[in-house]
C-alpha cells in the first residue's frame, strides 16, 4: 500500500521561512518524479514544484521560483520543499505526489497523493 505523509505543515509570517517533508512508503522512491501541489481556498489546486528521481532536474511555477526549493533524499524515502521568504498569498494545503516511474519534471503523471499539510503565511 503506497503512502505519502506530509509534516512541517503550521503558521509562519510573512517574510520567514518554513520546510515542508514528505516521506513514502509502498513504492519504489527512488525512481519517482516527486512534486508538491497547493490548493488555496476557494481555487483550483496548482503546480509548485517537481524534482526527477535522482534529483537531476528540477522544475517550479513561477509564482514561487526564487523563494521555494525543492530536494530529497533517496535514503529516507523523503522529499522537501523549503519555503523562504513566503507571502500571505502561498497559504494553501500543500501536497506531495508520486509521478509514475522515470517522468520528466515538467510533464509528469501523478498517481499518488499525500493527504496534504497546511502552511498558513500571515502577514
Known amino acids: 500500500q503506497v503512502q505519502l505523509v506530509e509534516s512541517g505543515g503550521g503558521l509562519v509570517q510573512a517574510g520567514g521561512s518554513l520546510r515542508l517533508s514528505c516521506t513514502a512508503s509502498?513504492?519504489?522512491?527512488?525512481?519517482?518524479?516527486m512534486g508538491w501541489f497547493r490548493r488555496a481556498p476557494g481555487k483550483e489546486r496548482e503546480f509548485v514544484a517537481a524534482?526527477?528521481?535522482?534529483?537531476?532536474?528540477?522544475y517550479y511555477a513561477d509564482s514561487v521560483k526564487g523563494r521555494f526549493t525543492i530536494s530529497r533524499d533517496n535514503a529516507k524515502n523523503t522529499v522537501y520543499l523549503q519555503m523562504n521568504s513566503p507571502k500571505p498569498e502561498d497559504t494553501a494545503v500543500y501536497y506531495c505526489?508520486?509521478?509514475?516511474?522515470?517522468?520528466?519534471?515538467?510533464?509528469?503523471?501523478?498517481?499518488?497523493w499525500g493527504q496534504g499539510t497546511q502552511v498558513t503565511v500571515s502577514s
Open positions: 505526489a508520486a509521478a509514475k516511474e522515470y517522468s520528466s519534471a515538467r510533464a509528469a503523471v501523478y498517481d499518488y
Open positions: 509502498g513504492l519504489t522512491f527512488r525512481s519517482r518524479t
Open positions: 524534482i526527477t528521481w535522482g534529483g537531476g532536474s528540477t
